[in-house]
């Protein structure tokens, strides 16, 4: 089956090369010359394990191509999706829409044969309804069907994540539409993947309704943590103590300084914004959201704290491992480095930083920051270390090497990666997130 694929983002780019691995003739679509052209150079946009692989074996294999020009890619399409951005508008939160919009009118205007529309990108309810209207008055006369398809990947997992999902959710209530595709699934469904059709509201929501259920997850076990530190538990164990009820389940329980990247933040604020339009509010949402920006600075204060406190820490410089909001990524998009970082220097202490990934998207982002070349360039005569995203690079630190290049053996373990004991015995002192 001919799929095309417009956008060629971290969605659409994955989405594609995976749908071209399964043995579908895939084009992706998107209207950066150079994106493209670097794509078809083999070059990845994107830091994503796997991925390069993936995209120039497909390619090589004829099963996968790339072009800007959405008339001719769409040609013969039997569906067609759209996985272009929907990042928060400025000014208000609501999901900024006029990618998705933009490419229904161009769709509509090239749509010469029967084909489904489908909307990958994370969009509002009702969104749907709006393509089916676009479409209705620029291609009249052409028989399509709009469905919603949200994509539940993480960065860094794509690929596994995308070929071996939890669920296929469906929204659609038209027969042909449902038909097209269960074929373009049907290569994950004898893998046994689960597919549940719903409407395509109800499909909309569902990825919303996902995304801040992870995050209301994420942001209990942190006000747990804190709880922790002040009674003198150990987040971890309560973790694994609530983990073990099946109804509650033990991902997404693990204390940290907050959570960032391209879907958790900006899909909280669109849902919010979803449910005060149509008066139906989410206060737990709402107190997520504020809690969990509120975390990424008062992790700062924490690194002050293991400094000595504000007068003390002035002037110091602190060695932040780790930028990317999550390791196997080098996406920098709300990580909670960029807030850190911020709260830092404003307390006037030196901050420089090494990321393997993230190097060249962090820079500019936090000018304040010195890049360091390697791990222990960044170290060397730090007054603490800070592991801020938990790269396995990180998880072996030679803390002999530490304690000789360091001004002082302090580290912040804001992903608690370390056993507090084997740091103390080290002669470190050691501070971590909800663990005594
Ligand atoms: C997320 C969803 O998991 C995915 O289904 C959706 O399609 C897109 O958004 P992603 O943003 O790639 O994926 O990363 P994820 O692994 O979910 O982590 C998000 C953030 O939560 C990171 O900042 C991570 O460090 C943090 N996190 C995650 C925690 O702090 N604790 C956890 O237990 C899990």
Request: aromatic letters at 8%; glycine letters at 10%; a negative charge.
């Amino acid at each position: 089956m001919k799929i095309a694929m417009v956008g060629s983002g971290y969605v659409g780019l994955v989405s594609g090369a995976c749908f071209a691995d399964f043995g579908h003739d895939v084009i992706c679509i998107d209207k950066d010359p150079a994106k493209i052209e670097s794509l078809q150079a083999g070059i990845m946009p994107i830091y994503e394990p796997g991925l390069a692989e993936l995209v120039t074996g497909n390619a090589k294999s004829g099963r996968l191509s790339f072009t800007t020009d959405l008339a001719a890619g769409i040609a013969g399409a039997a569906a067609i999706f759209i996985a272009v951005g929907t990042p928060s508008r400025r000014g208000d939160g609501h999901a900024d829409l006029s990618y998705v919009y933009a490419v229904a009118e161009e769709v509509g205007q090239a749509l010469k044969n029967d084909a489904v529309v489908v909307t990958k990108s994370t969009v509002p309810v009702g969104t749907g309804d709006e393509v089916e209207r676009i479409l209705t008055e620029a291609a009249p006369g052409v028989r399509f069907a709009v469905a919603s398809n949200p994509e539940f990947l993480r960065e860094g997992a794509a690929i596994a994540d995308f070929k071996h999902p939890d669920r296929i959710v469906i929204g659609t209530e038209d027969e042909w539409a449902r038909g097209i595709l269960t074929e373009v699934y049907r290569p994950l469904f004898l893998n046994k993947a689960p597919i549940l059709f719903t409407s395509r509201r109800t499909s909309e929501l569902i990825k919303y309704a996902a995304n801040a259920f992870l995050a209301v997850k994420i942001t209990f076990i942190n006000e747990m943590a804190d709880l922790c530190e002040k009674v003198g538990a150990d987040v971890q164990d309560v973790s694994r103590g609530i983990g073990m009820d099946g109804r509650i389940g033990s991902k997404f329980l693990h204390a940290g300084p907050g959570y960032g990247g391209s879907c958790f933040p900006k899909d909280t604020l669109a849902l919010l914004k979803t449910a005060e339009d149509y008066e139906a509010p989410t206060r737990i949402v709402e107190a997520v959201v504020a809690v969990n920006d509120s975390r990424k600075r008062a992790m700062g204060r924490k690194v002050i704290e293991a400094l000595g406190g504000t007068d003390a820490a002035r002037g110091k410089k602190v060695a932040m491992l780790g930028l990317t909001f999550k390791p196997n990524t080098d996406d920098m998009r709300d990580s909670p480095s960029i807030a850190i970082a911020l709260a830092l220097a404003d307390a006037g202490i030196e901050v420089a930083a090494y990321d393997p990934e993230g190097m060249a998207l962090a820079g500019p982002l936090m000018p304040e920051v010195t890049m360091a070349d390697s791990t222990y360039a960044a170290i060397e005569g730090a007054d603490a270390v800070v592991i801020v995203t938990e790269w396995d690079a990180f998880r072996a630190l030679d803390f002999d090497r530490i304690k000789r290049i360091a001004k002082a053996p302090v580290l912040v373990d804001l992903r608690n990666v370390y056993n507090p004991a084997e740091v103390r015995a080290k002669g470190f002192a050691y501070s971590s997130v909800g663990r005594p």
